[in-house]
């Protein structure tokens, strides 16, 4: 009886919750709305490498991948950023880390967890951050310079 | 010899009435049988290819783009100065027969031999220094103030080393085979 209560509860709370907070993907718009088409925002053509904006994060990619294919049969960004490329391309070579198995044991190849490259390399847009963040840059806890 | 003369000239005006008239429909018969089979409606009128590599090739820049120039199939495969083209339309002969043995008829057999067909196709394009690509892109006219600095960086001092388009550009309007860096190898790409 008593678990039955709390779940009640739970429920409850978070109907109320989600009355209050969440907002849905397509904005504040009501359902029976019709929605703002937001812009179209354009990917930066090319451009230096970007300083990284926190401890730990994966570099953020300074050019188009318009049309660059990442799938069994092949890897675009490989092309340029493999240890085999990186040299003749002039492009940044991709890190020691993702030659590492999952079991921490080092590989020949790149790792399978490490292949799909915009699961975490990103690149940019000139837009307005969609959340603020307290994210520092490494001079914030590191005192060398 | 007037009354021979008087004997063969209605038929020799004739013959060469009927020959000036033959002429023009079978020289212009072969040309419209040339152009009919050189166009997009034409090569997508077999699903190998409507399925397959037509359906990659739309989502990519040479079929749809900020301006909307774009290239067909022929634009790329098949030359422009009629004694190349008719080289080509006479191998071309070969992917009829294929066509009626159904080599690639599915998308199991068509995927087992993209490889083969894609070297086949860099080879071709390596030959002839990429020779359909640079019926539109020509080097001269190339704005590295435009350009991209990655493609600057390439395009200035790799074009007049000798390379050629496809040495990089491959796959760009279709999606890259299984395999394709032995392909590229044995094609005789030279990627860096």
């Known amino acids: 009886m008593k678990t039955i209560f709390a779940m009640l509860l739970m429920v409850f709370a978070s109907v109320l919750l989600a009355k209050e907070s969440i907002k849905s993907l ?24 970007i300083e990284r904006n926190y401890v730990q994060q994966p570099p953020i990619i300074p050019h188009s991948i318009k049309g660059y294919r990442v799938n069994l049969k092949s890897n675009k960004c490989m092309s340029c950023h493999s240890w085999k490329n990186y040299k003749s391309s002039g492009a940044t070579k991709i890190s020691q880390t993702h030659f590492k198995g999952r ?14 490259c915009m699961q975490c390399h990103v690149p940019q847009a000139n837009t307005k951050p969609l959340v603020d963040n307290t994210f520092k840059p490494l001079s914030s806890v590191s005192s060398e310079d | 010899m007037n009354f021979i003369l008087k004997r063969i000239k209605p038929l020799l005006t004739t013959t060469i009435i009927l020959s ?16 009919a089979t050189n166009n997009e409606n034409f090569c997508i009128s077999c699903h190998e290819m409507r399925d397959n590599v037509f359906e990659e090739y739309k989502e990519t820049i040479h079929y749809t783009n900020r301006t909307g120039v774009r290239a067909t199939c022929p634009d790329c495969h098949v030359p422009k100065d009629w004694y190349p083209k008719i080289i080509r339309k006479i191998q071309a002969s070969r992917e009829v027969y294929h066509k009626i043995l159904g080599t690639i008829d599915t998308r199991e057999k068509f995927e087992a031999e993209r490889l083969h067909i894609a070297t086949r196709e860099w080879k071709r394009l390596k030959a002839s220094d990429s020779l359909e690509c640079r019926n539109c892109h020509n080097y001269e006219s190339m704005d590295f103030v435009e350009q991209g600095q990655r493609a600057v960086a390439q395009h200035s001092v790799n074009l007049d080393k000798g390379k050629t388009c496809i040495d990089c550009h491959m796959g760009i309007a279709h999606q890259l085979p299984a395999g394709w860096e032995e392909g590229a190898k044995e094609a005789g790409l030279d990627r860096h």
């Open chain 1, 26 to 49: 397509r904005g504040d718009h009501a359902i029976d709305e019709i929605s703002v088409m937001p812009t179209v925002k354009k990917m930066a053509k090319d451009g230096d490498p």
């Open chain 1, 103 to 116: 079991d921490g044991k080092p590989m020949a190849k790149v790792s399978s967890r490490r292949y799909f």
């Open chain 2, 20 to 35: 000036f008239i033959g002429g023009i429909v079978f020289w212009g018969g072969f040309n419209w049988g040339l152009e």
